[in-house]
């Protein structure tokens, strides 16, 4: 009887300690969905006219490059949290030497005009459940708007003089206009024009609302995607190389310079690649920095292989991959390119 009545007991309190946390949960959905009047105008013009909220609601893309601690030597994840919204950044890879480098992790978070903080949580992954093993939090108006959106600014994880652990973020001001939610090659063509805009250099397409872009212009700004530094192997000789597309007597090639500054300034290309050439594109079966692109000449199908030097090897591939898919498109209704030289720089 002892033994049942103990059964019993432990059963109806796991039932009602069940109840209860499906009735939270029930309640902060339920919470989560009821919006805030300064959702909605006019009332939120008159919140941010008035100074009872000092921004106005938009997106924020924040990338993570590096990260120096000892969490990375164990399977963990990284989640963004604003208000009652949770963002995970998805999981970190492993490293044995705690450092963890052009990691290029993103995030997208919608900060209403009512949210006041940001908050970075580590969590450390186990059978059992995560165990959070950094937390941080920052003030979205003095850390990141008034900032200036900080880019590659390291922050710290602890307060521990003698166990330093920092991570590299980088902010992005993103309209809500543009859908950078689950295209990852937008993102990085936005992060590239932003590079661009920070710069001073002026960009002839208006990246801010792609619903009501010209066919030309979604192909203009795809191509921003295509930028960057690159380590290329042909012919047995490996270079550091800056790729950038680039459009000459209406065909799209995608070149390269030896450094950013030379690409900026406009010289010359030292080589190039005619875009619709490319046959092939494979990512390497074990290293994941790596992939392989065969294009044709009229000399013959030529091979190369790049080493990825500050993002992801898959955005490099999907980038190449969305882009001549588009440019396919528009070819079937146009004749050619050269309606693009007024997007393009």
């Not at 295509?226 to 000459?248: C, F, N, P, W």
Request: aromatic share 12%; with cysteine; glycine share 4%.
């Amino acid at each position: 009887m002892l033994t049942k009545g103990l059964i019993a007991r432990a059963l109806r309190n796991a039932c009602s300690r069940s109840a209860e946390l499906c009735f939270m949960e029930c309640g902060r959905r339920v919470y989560k969905a009821i919006p805030t009047p300064s959702d909605y105008e006019p009332i939120a013009t008159f919140c941010y006219y008035t100074g009872i909220h000092n921004h106005r609601e938009f997106n924020l893309l924040i990338n993570i490059t590096d990260i120096d601690a000892d969490f990375v030597k164990k399977h963990s994840v990284i989640e963004f949290e604003v208000g009652d919204t949770k963002v995970t950044a998805g999981a970190i890879p492993l490293s044995r030497d705690r450092i963890l480098s052009n990691l290029q992790c993103r995030a997208l978070v919608k900060i209403r005009m009512c949210d006041n903080e940001l908050r970075l949580k580590v969590y450390r992954k186990s059978l059992v459940g995560n165990t959070c093993v950094a937390d941080i939090a920052l003030n979205i108006d003095r850390d990141i708007i008034e900032a200036k959106f900080p880019k590659d600014k390291w922050y710290s994880l602890n307060d521990d003089p003698y166990k330093k652990e920092r991570i590299k973020l980088s902010f992005y001001k993103v309209s809500d206009g543009l859908n950078v939610i689950d295209n990852i090659v937008l993102q990085q063509a936005y992060m590239c024009i932003n590079d661009y805009n920070e710069s001073d250099i002026e960009v002839k397409i208006n990246a801010t609302n792609p619903q009501i872009m010209l066919l030309a212009e979604k192909l203009a700004l795809l191509s921003y995607a295509l930028e960057g530094h690159l380590i290329a192997k042909e012919d047995y000789v490996s270079q550091m190389r800056y790729y950038k597309t680039y459009l000459k007597d209406g065909k799209w090639y995608w070149s390269y310079w030896s450094c950013k500054p030379e690409c900026r300034a406009k010289r010359n290309p030292q080589g190039s690649i005619y875009i619709l050439s490319i046959s092939t594109i494979l990512k390497h079966p074990t290293d994941y920095s790596s992939f392989y692109v065969k294009y044709h000449t009229k000399d013959g199908p030529r091979d190369i292989i790049f080493k990825t030097v500050e993002r992801s090897r898959d955005i490099w591939t999907d980038s190449i991959y969305l882009f001549i898919q588009n440019m396919r498109e528009y070819l079937d209704q146009f004749d050619d390119l050269k309606s693009l030289e007024n997007f393009v720089d």
